[in-house]
């Protein structure tokens, strides 16, 4: 059979004539070399590979397939209402299809996975994905963190570069680590190109030292503490320490000149250079990654502590100086308890409700644009930006946290910054509604709810000329898993045990899966209003449950039970 290759627009296309006769069956095997980076072959390679391969059977190659595919369903074993089940499996399989469950290829975490619209850049997607996979797939998970640490070299330099100490990882970047954000977008609407600052987003290191303590939290692993998770997280908090700066009318620490998640404020009107003050989002995480530092070195056995601070080559008063400024960050409060966005963001316009209400005309950072007319102006946010805050940490360490920082936020001052911030949303990302729903799980759970649903359905419900067609949403499919687990079941590894502190919308179904914890395999079992935790081996080590009632130690065939009031 001769087949004849051509290029139709951005597709191609393989066209062969063939002939049957009346009664017979004709059987097409399509088979697809995959490789990364550093195993890139040649076309004619390639194809060598696939004639060797080609005695082997179709069926032989389905059935290995579907055993691979069984076992990654088997470490999830998540079961739902059957609506709800499609669109969570829909979700995880992209998901477990991306990511390389061994952690032994230099392999990061695209927005969109395999069907990849951002040239194969690497973002900061990996935030929403790895606490999700830290718990069911440690060795995936591994695999994303160490290819951060291979690129750690190229983010030093880059912090040197700017004059500081530590590790300033790029908000898009390639194989070799450097930044890759493009100088200019093209806003199609106007047909000019516009100076890109999001290279500003200096936040995404603090992603990378979230994901590395969570990693340890949800396995307890010293050994990668004490190596691949400490450096990273270590060499992070140098860059922040190196980014803030002391402001004497204030009294207090101050990062400057940022951009945080929301892209659609880049820098404040007619400003002559890039960059906002203060953003609550950078500064609070900054904050808490300066904190996990001195935690990282408290808890490793005095041997590994000595090891790591002399490869990084720690001076004696580093971790001091890290604890003053992460007690000391300012933050954009208002005067009516609000946590603002960035500072001056509540002396910015208004945005009229209609550019925010169900809005599905273009973009409105390409509509202003064409207006001569720029977001930078207004109180409007692309996505969540100060409300990530709120989806990260549990309520209790947010509350912790700012404490330390010495403001008072109680839970009126949360809901008020909730509202606040939700009334400036457009939404025109889509890990905003992801983000949306796990803040707002403890303190409105029919709207969480109805942020969660909208978040699954980005891509099934995607119109045929929408964002999908160059590639699924990775991460906001990664982030409704984590919701659904840590918010509405409310499972939290922390250092002292598992935190259990469930916040179930009532429109949550029946939910069963199992999640491991520190080598230990957990049953969770969400029967309205009930929810149930019990070892799957009787016989392994007790876990350490945190509950609001107090500390529960589960053992053995014991089964601790929580019921909605």
Not at 51 to 71: M, Y
Not at 174 to 188: I, K, N, R, S
Not at 266 to 285: H, R
Not at 508 to 527: C, F, H, K, S
Request: aromatic share 10%.
């Amino acid at each position: 059979m001769d087949w004849e290759a051509s290029e139709q627009g951005p597709r191609l296309q393989h066209d062969s004539r063939i002939v049957l006769a009346s009664g017979q069956r004709l059987i097409l095997e399509k088979r697809i070399v995959v490789a990364v980076e550093e195993e890139a072959m040649t076309c004619e390679a390639a194809l060598d590979q696939l004639a060797a391969g080609a005695e082997t059977h179709f069926d032989e190659l389905e059935r290995g397939h579907a055993a691979v595919w069984a076992e990654r369903w088997s470490g999830l074993q998540l079961e739902t209402a059957p609506s709800l089940q499609r669109k969570l499996n829909f979700a995880a399989f992209h998901l477990l299809q991306t990511v390389d469950h061994q952690g032994s290829r230099d392999q990061g975490l695209p927005p969109r996975g395999w069907q990849e619209g951002y040239f194969g850049q690497i973002f900061w997607d990996e935030i929403f994905a790895l606490p999700w996979l830290a718990s069911h797939f440690p060795q995936a998970a591994r695999g994303l963190l160490d290819y951060r640490h291979r690129r750690l070299d190229q983010a030093r330099e880059r912090a040197r570069r700017r004059g500081w100490r530590g590790a300033l990882f790029p908000w898009r970047s390639g194989v070799d680590g450097a930044e890759e954000t493009p100088p200019y977008q093209y806003f199609p609407l106007s047909g000019h190109w516009v100076r890109d600052q999001t290279f500003l987003q200096y936040h995404l290191g603090l992603a990378v030292a979230h994901n590395a303590w969570q990693f340890y939290l949800a396995t307890g692993d010293l050994d990668f503490l004490g190596g691949v998770g400490g450096e990273l997280i270590l060499e992070v908090a140098r860059c922040c320490a190196s980014q803030a700066s002391f402001d004497d009318r204030l009294q207090r620490y101050r990062i400057r000149g940022v951009v945080g998640p929301d892209e659609y404020h880049d820098a404040y009107p007619d400003a002559a250079a890039p960059g906002l003050d203060d953003n609550a989002y950078t500064n609070l995480l900054a904050a808490w990654t300066l904190e996990c530092a001195g935690r990282v070195l408290d808890l490793l056995p005095a041997a590994q502590n000595r090891a790591l601070c002399e490869r990084l080559g720690l001076e004696p008063g580093e971790p001091a100086d890290w604890a003053a400024i992460s007690a000391a960050l300012h933050l954009p409060f208002r005067e009516d308890g609000v946590l603002d966005q960035f500072s001056g963001f509540g002396d910015l316009l208004p945005a009229p409700p209609e550019w925010l209400a169900d809005h599905e005309g273009p973009r409105l950072d390409w509509w202003l644009e064409a207006r001569g007319d720029s977001c930078n102006r207004y109180q409007l946010s692309k996505q969540a930006d100060t409300l990530m805050a709120l989806h990260l940490l549990p309520q209790a360490e947010l509350q912790r946290l700012l404490g330390r920082l010495g403001y008072r936020w109680d839970d009126a001052g949360e809901r008020k910054t909730l509202d606040y911030h939700l009334a400036r949303l457009s939404h025109e990302s889509s890990l905003s509604k992801a983000v949306c729903a796990g803040a707002l799980a403890a303190y409105d759970s029919q709207a969480s709810w109805t942020f969660f649903s909208d978040s699954l359905d980005t891509d099934l419900g995607a119109a045929a000329d929408s964002g999908a067609r160059e590639g699924i949403h990775l991460a906001a499919m990664a982030g409704t898993l984590d919701v659904l687990q840590r918010h509405y079941l409310g499972l939290w590894p922390t250092p002292d045990g598992l935190q259990v502190q469930p916040a179930p919308p009532a429109a949550l179904p029946a939910t069963r899966l199992q999640l491991l914890y520190r080598g230990r395999l957990l049953q969770v079992g969400w029967e309205p209003p009930r929810l149930s935790l019990r070892l799957a081996d009787p016989a392994a080590a007790p876990v350490k449950l945190l509950t609001g009632a107090g500390t529960v130690e589960l053992r053995g065939t014991a089964v601790w039970s929580w019921q909605r009031d």
